[in-house]
């Protein structure tokens, strides 16, 4: 019964050391990996004048090149400085953005002649503060 014991607390031991290892070459390999990706949009931007868009399943990593100089070259960033960058939105809003901007707008046109015609207005007040809450959080999520 004790060399059943012995041998499993052994193999234990010897699976925790191989997890270790295991652990230590993961990280280095992704070192390695995350570093030449680095070199390869720094390249893809030299030559192409663009950025490199990763797969849509990557949505943790950007990069950005800082603004090179001509004439000066820089040296190579090492893959500490860089930092997982949430994505930044987009230059154009996007549909749910437009959509619920024109909802906004009629909304306000209506109050307009509501309150022209001098009927209440409450109902109208609520649903235009509802989409302007619906705008920010739309915006706040991309």
Do not use: C, H
């Amino acid at each position: 019964m004790s060399d059943v014991i012995s041998e499993y607390r052994k193999w234990k031991q010897q699976a925790e050391d191989l997890r270790a290892k295991a652990k230590q070459a993961m990280e280095a390999r992704f070192r390695d990996l995350l570093s030449e990706a680095i070199k390869i949009a720094g390249e893809y931007r030299a030559d192409f004048g663009a950025a490199l868009k990763p797969p849509p399943a990557v949505t943790a990593f950007r990069y950005k090149a800082g603004a090179k100089r001509p004439g000066k070259p820089r040296a190579a960033t090492k893959p500490a400085q860089v930092e997982p960058k949430a994505e930044q939105p987009a230059a154009k809003p996007g549909l749910k953005i437009v959509r619920l901007q024109k909802r906004l707008d009629t909304a306000k046109k209506k109050l307009e002649a509501t309150k022209a015609a001098g009927a209440p207005t409450k109902n109208l007040e609520d649903k235009i503060y509802e989409i302007e809450d619906d705008l920010r959080l739309a915006a706040r999520t991309q």
